[in-house]
C-alpha cells in the first residue's frame, strides 16, 4: 500500500488566497483526519471524517477554513482567504476500524502564506 | 478530560547511551497510549502501543515503553541510541475505542556523535 498521499508537499501563496490541500487515505480505511503542526501549537485537530462525514470540526480555527470528503478515497482541507498566520504543516492521517485506532499519517503539506 | 504532558522538549545524548522520554498522562477513564515518531520533513509513524495485556511493550528498533497505571506514565526508553535515531517523538493518549487522538508538546532527541 501507498500508504496516505497528501499534495502539493509544499504550498507557497500570498495572503488572501484560497488554498486547498488535498488527501487519499489508505485504501479500505473509513475513518479520516486533518491534523495542523506548528512550532507554538503542535499538533492540533483540525477535523474528524468517518466513512465520508464530518463527525467533529471543533478544532477548525474559523469560517475560512472548510474540508469535504466527497468519496472514501478523497478529501480536502480549504483555507479561503489565506492569511499568514496559517503557515503551518498540514497532516492527514487515516485509521480502520481496528481497536487498536492507530492512525496512519500522510508526510504533510507545508504551507506558507505571505 | 485528558491530557499529555511531555515536560522535555530536547533531549540530547551521546551515540550508544541510553535514554528515557518521559510521557505522563491524565484520564479518569481507560486509556490506550501510543509513542509516535517524527523524522525531519515527514509525518508521523507508529513506534509502540499500548492496548491492555502486558505493561511493557517493545518497537522493533528496540525502543520499550512501559504503562505505569498508579503513576499516569508511559516513558519511552533505549538502552542505546543510534545516530538514527535523532527525530521528535510525540506521546498520546486515546480513551479506549474512540477516535481522538490528544498528543503531547513532543520531544526533541538528538544523538550526539
Known amino acids: ?114 | 478530560a485528558q491530557s499529555v504532558t511531555q515536560l522535555d522538549s530536547q533531549v540530547p545524548v551521546f551515540e550508544e547511551a541510553p535514554v528515557e522520554l518521559r510521557c505522563n498522562y491524565s484520564s479518569s477513564v481507560s486509556v490506550y497510549l501510543f509513542w509516535y515518531v517524527q523524522y525531519p520533513n515527514q509525518g508521523l509513524q507508529l513506534l509502540l502501543k499500548y492496548l491492555s495485556g502486558s505493561t511493557l511493550v517493545e518497537s522493533i528498533n528496540g525502543f520499550e515503553a512501559e504503562f505505569n497505571k498508579s503513576q499516569t506514565s508511559f516513558h519511552l526508553r533505549k538502552p542505546s541510541v543510534h545516530i538514527s535515531d535523532t527525530a521528535e517523538y510525540f506521546c498520546a493518549v486515546s480513551i479506549s475505542g474512540t477516535y481522538k487522538y490528544i498528543f503531547g508538546t513532543g520531544t526533541r532527541l538528538k544523538v550526539l556523535a
Open chain 1, 1 to 114: 500500500d501507498a500508504g496516505v498521499i497528501q499534495s502539493p508537499r509544499h504550498e507557497v501563496t500570498e495572503m488572501g488566497q484560497e488554498v486547498t490541500l488535498r488527501c487519499k487515505p489508505i485504501s479500505g480505511h473509513n475513518s479520516l483526519f486533518w491534523y495542523r503542526q506548528t512550532m507554538m501549537r503542535g499538533l492540533e485537530l483540525l477535523i474528524y471524517f468517518n466513512n465520508n462525514v464530518p463527525i467533529d470540526d471543533s478544532g477548525m480555527p474559523e469560517d475560512r477554513f472548510s474540508a469535504k470528503m466527497p468519496n472514501a478515497s478523497f478529501s480536502t482541507l480549504k483555507i479561503q482567504p489565506s492569511e499568514p498566520r496559517d503557515s503551518a504543516v498540514y497532516f492527514c492521517a487515516s485509521s480502520g476500524e481496528e481497536v487498536s485506532n492507530e492512525q496512519f499519517f500522510g508526510p504533510g503539506t507545508r504551507l506558507t502564506v505571505l
